[in-house]
Nanobody, 124 residues
Framework: QVQLVESGGGLVQAGGSLRLSCAAS????????MGWFRQAPGKEREFVAA????????YYTDSVKGRFTISRDNAKNTLYLQMNSLQAEDTAVYYC?????????????????WGQGTQVTISS
């Protein structure tokens, strides 16, 4: 069993930056693939970024490429999402997710464990 707790959300102006963190506990985090998803009001949950346990590759949805960076610190059991050049369209609740099988996917159905989410609001 894994518990995921996101933090770092907030209200920022367009063009600003935020860094989200996802603290994991309860199991061998370092072998899990991890992802970030987001859900805006009235919309389905969508993929943002993901990476395997090794960090050898990183995957992003097109709308955040060049602006967001996913990273992890296995020693601290923490996943990060650095978000720069934020836009109003980035407003959503952001969730981190983990898959103990190590599968990296853009589908939310792949991931077994989820955090409770953190609100990110961008003012224009």
């Amino acid at each position: 069993q894994v518990q995921l707790v996101e933090s770092g959300g907030g209200l920022v102006q367009a063009g600003g930056s935020l860094r989200l963190s996802c603290a994991a506990s309860g199991d061998i985090f370092r072998y899990y693939s991890m992802g970030w998803f987001r859900q805006a009001p009235g919309k389905e949950r969508e993929f943002v970024a993901a990476m395997p346990w090794s960090g050898a590759s990183k995957y992003y949805t097109d709308s955040v490429k060049g602006r967001f960076t996913i990273s992890r610190d296995n020693a601290k059991n923490t996943l990060y999402l650095q978000m720069n050049s934020l836009q109003a369209e980035d407003t959503a609740v952001y969730y981190c997710a983990a898959d103990p099988r190590g599968v990296v996917s853009s589908s939310p159905r792949t991931y077994i464990y989820w955090g409770q989410g953190t609100q990110v609001t961008i003012s224009s």
